[in-house]
């Protein structure tokens, strides 16, 4: 759905990159097509001394399918470009369809800039679409389960506990009526919680691709 427009949002936010940066790589198929992007200039000799930080390990995989020289050191990452289910107008973020939250934020807290790219679609004035995915552990995980849903939501396991992330965690996605941004801080109390796809005053672009446009939103990282 919408992948010319994810593509547009992708190529947009590419022309951010030049020789001697090192990234943040996001995860999801708009992040493919920025990394397919990235790719092709490297192959090409366009741009040269590019490193990574990958997100997940199909991005690792990916990035270095491409020649791009992958790093799990955080220091020093210049821009982390990356995808998002859900934003709202204060750049605020609902990530983790692909199940990649944990080392997405990770990597996007730890980055000067974080730059998300996004079909139209991807727009809410309130938070309220995107079950809200949170990584949780392993172990006792149907009591965690319980005390998130007393914030006032219905979760369900990805698959049945069938998908498991990276980090050999359960994904709970977690429906609510409205994704209160303050919820990131009160699930992320309870124990056996892992992480919670709620990415807060991280981003500092968003590019929308609006049919065979991208516009930009900006903002301060808090
Ligand atoms: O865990 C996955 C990530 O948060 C993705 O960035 C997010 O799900 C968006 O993916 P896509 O670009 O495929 O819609």
């Known amino acids: 759905m919408y992948e010319n427009e994810k593509r547009i949002s992708a190529m947009e936010a590419l022309k951010h990159v030049h020789s001697n940066m090192k990234l943040g790589l996001g995860t999801g198929s708009t992040t493919k097509y920025f990394l397919d992007g990235l790719g092709e200039l490297v192959k090409s000799g366009k741009i040269t001394d590019i490193t990574g930080v990958p997100t997940s390990l199909r991005t690792a995989d990916l990035a270095k399918s491409y020649g791009i020289k992958i790093e799990n050191n955080l220091e020093g990452i210049e821009i982390d470009f990356d995808g998002a289910d859900e934003f709202d107008g204060s750049g605020n973020l609902i990530k983790g369809g692909g199940g ?22 991807k727009f809410s004035e309130k938070l309220h679409s995107f079950p809200l995915p949170v990584e949780v552990l392993p172990f006792m995980e149907d009591v965690t389960k319980k005390n998130i849903e007393k914030t006032g939501c219905k979760a369900t396991f990805r698959d049945g506990k069938k998908f498991k992330s990276d980090n050999g965690n359960y994904i709970l996605d977690c429906r609510f009526d409205f994704t209160d941004v303050v919820l990131e801080t009160e699930i992320k109390m309870i124990p056996g919680v892992v992480e919670v796809g709620i990415f807060s005053g991280i981003t500092t672009k968003v590019f929308i691709g609006e049919n065979e446009k991208c516009r930009v939103m900006d903002f301060q990282k808090s």
């Open 100 to 121: 990649a939250l944990v080392r997405e934020k990770i990597v996007a807290y730890n980055s000067k800039e974080v730059y998300i790219m996004a079909d139209h679609s």
